[in-house]
């Protein structure tokens, strides 16, 4: 690992060689006034002061449709592994540390080759965030800064950005940044401090306890009146799973070509809110009501997947929920909250 | 070609082939299919898995083994309820299918040896128990008694009628079988699967308790169970739910936080008398 400390202008001819001379350079860039991460075609359109993206850059890990076989219709199947070198320029450590999360729950058990072999073509430059969104709670869920998952980590101290550089990967590019100089004492004392100061501004709903209490705090509220009152209101669009960054369940689908011979089996994106999601044969439904679909995706995101994956919580706070609930009832700290005001959790 | 790739990992989705070598229609919706895979390898499995089978173009769904590792072939029986399983019914002898799996849980067959047994089967919920059923058969004189009890909506519906017939002739296991509708050409119980119960009262509290059925039936069965006196922990349901992937990712038959494929489709009842939404 090292830490270089480059200015500004410097760090946008590194960005401009990227686009020149790597195969694919996927940056954070302006759509209307708001963020999407999407191909970036000049250094001028990367915007690295973004508050936080519409999508999350999971659709590059797992994206909505990806091919996971090809087949003659009715006859034998072929592996299909479709993922491409890819830079991802500007995630923010809260899909950081989601896309940590993917890489592990992907990986064990069963080993999932369509999502490592993806995700390991893809070099990652991390960066801290600048403009805290309107409801960005990654301090409250320990997600303003992250520690691993990235190939460098960029943080804008002011005139100059600090690059850290974590892996061979990001070793590799650093040959497009000829003017680095190593950090100084100053530079790494700057760059602590916008750490400590993301600690407590990414924080625009504020959790009243612990993340690592929630699995014990839902343990307890199975039945708590919430889940109804909020789910009263929800119209079952999957809103709040299509936005997520830690939302991984999917769906397998056949789809034919126009040659009516050859085709692919797909997986989708799927959402646990939508009315059919767990329906079987015969069209019986083990969620049928809203409010269990409801409490659902917070059990999960509180408790069960973290009962996978060494008790990390698979919420991080990017707060896009939130802004994507028509109903305005998707808030995750809100109703953790409810559920703290009337359980001892010792 | 990435690292993971070139260390020649398996791709968990990729099905292989499968020749259908017989079937037959067991009633009017049920289809029983005969298999072998095209690698010419029998399939290593355990009473209580499942597979998923495809076929191009159509999908893929999950599917309960109804054979013995005991014998040869893959046997599976195929209910005609879905675009898949339409395409399905259609296929003759010689069609092939896409197999991926086993996966998912196990009846305790090696815990259950010495024990007396009794299933109870719901419909198609014969189906995989008949998987463990035969084991037992196969092996009869490491497991205690036998029971069966067969509970079907109609006479019409009622599945491997042979196969119950030389079940019933046999003096090592005891086959009662009971339909929901009274029929004319029936003259043996009438009603539903639980009237059988009281019948077998006695042997309940120290048998092991297979229940496989339609999701409506575990309640009433479960309750008639509970009136017996069987300990929970000496319940093992067989539960359905739609597995996509089969492998514990895509969320699909999350029950709580049990993974129906991985951490079911048996499951010890005392692990789930507690957890809502599984029955």
């Known amino acids: 690992m090292s830490v270089n400390t480059v200015s500004k202008d410097q760090f946008k001819q590194f960005v401009a060689a990227l686009i020149a001379s790597e195969p694919s350079v996927v940056g954070v860039q302006a759509k209307g006034d708001r963020f999407v991460f999407d191909d970036l075609k000049s250094a001028d359109a990367l915007r690295l002061d973004y508050d936080v993206s519409i999508l999350s850059p999971r659709k590059y890990v797992m994206p909505q449709k990806e091919t996971l076989l090809k087949f003659e219709v009715g006859g034998d199947c072929q592996s299909v592994q479709d993922g491409k070198p890819l830079i991802l320029l500007g995630v923010h450590p809260y899909d950081m540390a989601a896309i940590n999360q993917m890489d592990e729950l992907f990986s064990q058990d069963e080993y999932d080759t369509h999502y490592m072999c993806r995700r390991r073509q893809i070099t990652i430059i991390a960066c801290d965030v600048v403009s805290p969104s309107k409801n960005v709670f990654a301090s409250s869920m320990g997600t303003a800064t992250v520690q691993h998952g990235y190939d460098m980590l960029l943080t804008d101290v002011g005139e100059s950005i600090i690059v850290e550089v974590r892996t061979d990967k990001g070793r590799v590019l650093m040959n497009h940044m000829p003017a680095a100089r190593p950090a100084s004492e100053d530079d790494l004392a700057k760059r602590s401090a916008v750490w400590e100061k993301n600690q407590h501004v990414l924080n625009k709903h504020v959790l009243e306890c612990k993340p690592s209490y929630l699995p014990k705090l839902l343990e307890k509220n199975y039945d708590h009146p919430v889940w109804e009152e909020k789910a009263r209101l929800c119209y079952s669009c999957g809103s709040c799973n299509q936005v997520c960054p830690t939302c991984y369940c999917f769906d397998v689908q056949d789809v034919v070509n126009w040659d009516m011979k050859t085709g692919s089996r797909v997986r989708v994106w799927d959402g646990c809110l939508l009315e059919n999601f767990a329906t079987v044969a015969g069209d019986h439904n083990f969620r049928k009501n809203r409010s269990s679909r409801f409490r659902h995706r917070l059990y999960r995101k509180g408790k069960y997947v973290p009962g996978k994956i060494g008790g990390q919580i698979a919420c991080v706070g990017c707060g896009r929920c939130i802004t994507a609930c028509t109903a305005d009832i998707a808030n995750p700290v809100n109703v953790y909250n409810q559920l703290m005001e009337r359980t001892d959790i010792g | ?279």
């Open chain 2, 1 to 279: 070609m990435c690292e993971c790739c070139t260390q020649e990992k398996k791709d968990i989705y990729l099905p292989e082939l499968a020749t259908i070598t017989k079937r037959r229609m067991l009633n009017g919706t049920e289809l029983y299919m005969h298999l072998q895979l095209d690698s010419g390898l029998e399939m290593e499995y355990t009473p209580g898995q499942f597979v998923e089978v495809s076929l191009a173009g159509i999908g893929e769904a999950p599917i309960s083994i109804s054979s013995t590792p005991t014998q040869k072939g893959l046997e599976l029986v195929i209910r005609n309820v879905g675009t898949l399983t339409r395409a399905i019914h259609k296929l003759d002898v010689g069609a092939k299918l896409g197999i991926r799996g086993p996966y998912g849980s196990t009846y305790p067959v090696e815990q259950a040896k010495g024990k007396d047994l009794v299933f109870v089967c719901g419909g198609i919920g014969l189906v995989p128990q008949r998987s463990f059923i035969r084991y037992v058969l196969d092996n009869r004189a490491d497991y205690g008694k036998v029971t069966v009890l067969l509970g079907t909506k109609c006479y019409d519906m009622r599945l491997f009628r042979e196969e119950i017939a030389m079940w019933m002739e046999r003096k090592d296991m005891c086959v009662m079988e009971t339909i929901d509708e009274a029929h004319d050409c029936w003259d043996g119980n009438v009603g539903v699967v639980t009237t059988l119960i009281p019948k077998i009262e006695n042997e309940l509290p120290n048998s092991l308790v297979m229940v496989c059925g339609p999701p409506v039936m575990y309640k009433f069965v479960l309750m008639s169970l509970a009136e017996a006196d069987v300990p929970q922990g000496n319940i093992f349901v067989n539960l359905e739910r739609r597995m996509k992937c089969g492998v514990g990712k895509c969320g699909h038959c999350q029950i709580n936080q049990h993974y129906v494929c991985q951490d079911g489709p048996v499951f010890r009842y005392s692990d789930l008398a507690d957890v809502p939404e599984a029955i």
